[in-house]
């Protein structure tokens, strides 16, 4: 499986983006799909999931009630809808997807299969 991360860039405080991740290789239902990023200096971290079937969403609790995942199987991509960005959501941002293993998620990067390469985001004050 194949992951393209897009949408990153450069906004201000209190702005929005979306990120794209298009899927090539595999169905997108067959898999769980999440983001996660990283900033400078610190370990990757969870941002966002959604299972295979598209029936449950998970959350950071540093994101939840700004960012919305979603996904679309017509066209293999999973989005992720920023808002309210604060400069400490600055990062590179990762989209993943691992087979699902049942109703929970697993937050930790180690469990996740296959990564695409990241896209930037910045938040200026």
């Known amino acids: 499986v194949q992951l393209q991360a897009s949408g990153g860039g450069l906004v201000q405080a209190g702005g929005s983006l979306r990120l794209s991740c298009k899927t090539s290789g595999g169905t997108l239902s067959s898999y769980d799909m999440g983001w996660f990023r990283q900033a400078p200096g610190r370990e990757r971290e969870f941002v966002a999931a959604?299972?295979?079937?598209?029936?449950?969403?998970h959350y950071s609790d540093s994101v939840k009630g700004r960012f919305v995942i979603s996904r679309d199987a017509a066209e293999n991509t999973v989005y992720l809808y920023m808002s309210s960005l604060k400069p400490d959501d600055s990062a590179i941002y990762y989209c993943a997807c691992k087979t699902p293993t049942g109703i929970t998620i697993s937050r930790s990067p180690r469990q996740w299969s296959y990564w695409g390469q990241g896209t930037q985001v910045t938040v200026s004050s």
């Open positions: 959604v299972t295979w079937s598209g029936g449950r969403q």
